[in-house]
Antibody, heavy 121, light 111 residues
Framework: EVQLVESGGGLVQPGRSLRLSCAAS????????MHWVRQAPGKGLEWVSG????????GYADSVKGRFTISRDNAKNSLYLQMNSLRAEDTALYYC??????????????WGQGTMVTVSS | QSALTQPASVSGSPGQSITISCTGT?????????VSWYQQHPGKAPKLMIY???NRPSGVSNRFSGSKSGNTASLTISGLQAEDEADYYC???????????FGGGTKLTVL
């Protein structure tokens, strides 16, 4: 079964760090670009970051650039998001999503169920 | 503010057709054939309905179709059904420093 399972979310104070993980199974992980997409409570989808199959192409939303770092370990079929200097506005459900191609295109054909990040003192 | 512009809401009666628009610029929607559409029911993860402007993934009903003209993409749902009631989002590849942009989302109500 094709599956993405996120973990690492939780309650964190403003200014602190958190690392999200996404475990992939059921498909050849290193054939595809991967992404993080977030959704604040009651709000729309926001693309956060994406990484190509070989980590050669990486992009970030302006809202997280310089604070978040995306990475992947193809040997472990895993995607990561290191989030530093967290702000209240980063509070959201964070989804891991698989692209249809090896480079980021925005066609996310597989989604995880998400992991909730709450930034609050 | 979202990079792609969608109407906040649309509605239609069962059996009717509706169209949701998604307007961007020549740097995203107008410049590439990498427009996608997603359906999201409350409390669920989004589901890919259309990719590459007009392609349907396996398993998606042919009542869903996509198109593009200039900087505006459109999602058309024909033969509306109650289960189509959901939020719909468009996305596009962009040549800006970010790689992907979403629309603000459209709430579809089936009357």
């Amino acid at each position: 079964e094709v599956q993405l399972v996120e973990s690492g979310g939780g309650l964190v104070q403003p200014g602190r760090s958190l690392r999200l993980s996404c475990a992939a199974s059921g498909f050849t992980f290193d054939d595809y670009a991967m992404h993080w997409v977030r959704q604040a409570p009651g709000k729309g989808l926001e693309w956060v970051s994406g990484i190509s199959w070989n980590s050669g192409s990486i992009g970030y939303a302006d809202s997280v650039k310089g604070r978040f770092t995306i990475s992947r370990d193809n040997a472990k079929n895993s995607l990561y998001l290191q989030m530093n200097s967290l702000r209240a506005e980063d509070t959201a459900l964070y989804y891991c999503a698989k692209d249809k191609l090896e480079l980021p295109t925005g066609a996310f054909d597989i989604w995880g169920q998400g992991t909730m990040v709450t930034v609050s003192s | 503010q979202s990079a792609l512009t969608q109407p906040a809401s649309v509605s239609g009666s069962p059996g009717q057709s509706i169209t949701i628009s998604c307007t961007g610029t020549s740097s995203d929607v107008g410049g590439y054939n990498y427009v996608s559409w997603y359906q999201q029911h409350p409390g669920k993860a989004p589901k890919l309905m259309i990719y590459d402007v007009s392609n349907r993934p396996s398993g998606v009903s042919n009542r869903f179709s996509g198109s593009k003209s200039g900087n505006t993409a459109s999602l058309t749902i024909s033969g509306l059904q109650a289960e189509d009631e959901a939020d719909y989002y468009c996305s596009s590849y962009t040549s800006s420093s970010t790689a992907v942009v979403f629309g603000g989302g459209t709430k579809l109500t089936v009357l």
